[in-house]
């Protein structure tokens, strides 16, 4: 059996009625050099079903829910292409995805994780890209460092990543215990050792509503369990940032989360993150400040 350049993996759960029009989308793409592995979550509803009847050959595989990070790994594991590609199980991918990816990746062999915008779509949702146009068209093919991940948010999604799969396998693939923030962990450790590069081309549609979109730039804010790993597992990507930036980065995280907890009553809370982000950055009066100012207890 022929080796596919390309493996892309799909997580899914629950998601039956919507993962055909996915399955399109990766179908449409202008090369064909790939496979499609569905690693299925738990799903208890016909996900099987669908999959099996909308071609054969997609290779399908049902594990217990553990989560989306532990599906991806286990489709890179099934996977047998040279690169990975992801796609959410509700997303759609533009027809020149693969091959914009592709292009970038063989065009630089040093580039380990290449990826590309995203326009975000639903019922209700005005047309808005991830990356700015400005901005993307200024990234375009340039190198993505560990310093600027750490400030700026330009990955929609696994959904716009194809990444080699010896670089995934190096790194043991996504940290299954940080929490929704696996893959922004994963891009940081990997920016820490080989080169990531942005392509200015909306690749993707992502499906969002009003709420979950709100919903994915709180948990991009306050999220600090994928950070504090970092700092306490992976010295070399503190490194790569810089100890003074990491803190500094850090401390803003603690103390806005300090703020929301104090917005919602629970000063206990609050006076612990605002004691975290002094401790992280002693340089912000404002940090000690807040620490000083708030209750000792809910």
Not at 233 to 248: A, C, D, M, T
């Amino acid at each position: 059996m022929k080796t596919p350049l390309v493996s892309v993996v799909i997580p899914t759960y629950n998601n039956a009625a919507l993962l055909p029009e996915t399955l399109d989308g990766v179908q449409r793409q202008t090369i064909k050099d790939f496979e499609i592995i569905v690693v299925d979550d738990g799903s208890l509803d016909d996900t099987a079903q669908v999959v099996k009847s909308y071609d054969p050959s997609i290779v399908y595989f049902h594990q217990t829910n553990r989560g989306q990070a532990a599906a991806r790994n286990k489709g890179v594991a099934l996977a047998r292409g040279e690169y990975i590609a992801f796609c959410d199980h509700d997303d759609v991918w533009h027809e020149p995805h693969l091959e914009t990816l592709m292009d970038c990746l063989t065009s630089y062999p040093e580039t380990a994780m290449a990826f590309d915008n995203a326009e975000y779509f639903g019922d209700g949702v005005a047309r808005r890209l991830c990356v700015d146009p400005r901005l993307s068209k200024s990234l375009n093919r340039e190198k993505i460092s560990a310093r600027f991940l750490i400030w700026k948010y330009p990955v929609a999604s696994m959904s716009v990543v194809a990444v080699r799969r010896d670089c995934f396998q190096k790194l043991h693939g996504l940290r299954e215990t940080v929490g929704v923030m696996d893959d922004y962990h994963f891009y940081l450790r990997l920016a820490a050792r080989w080169t990531l590069r942005y392509v200015d081309f909306v690749g993707c549609r992502k499906r969002v509503s009003e709420s979950s979109l709100s919903r994915l730039v709180n948990l991009k804010e306050m999220n600090l369990a994928y950070l504090e790993d970092i700092r306490d597992r992976h010295p070399e990507v503190v490194q790569k940032i810089g100890s003074f930036n990491f803190r500094l980065r850090l401390a803003r995280k603690y103390f806005k989360l300090g703020r929301h907890y104090a917005q919602y009553n629970q000063s206990g809370m609050a006076k612990d993150m605002y004691w975290k982000a002094f401790h992280a950055n002693p340089l912000n009066v404002r940090y000690f400040a807040c620490y000083l100012a708030a209750p000792r207890s809910d």
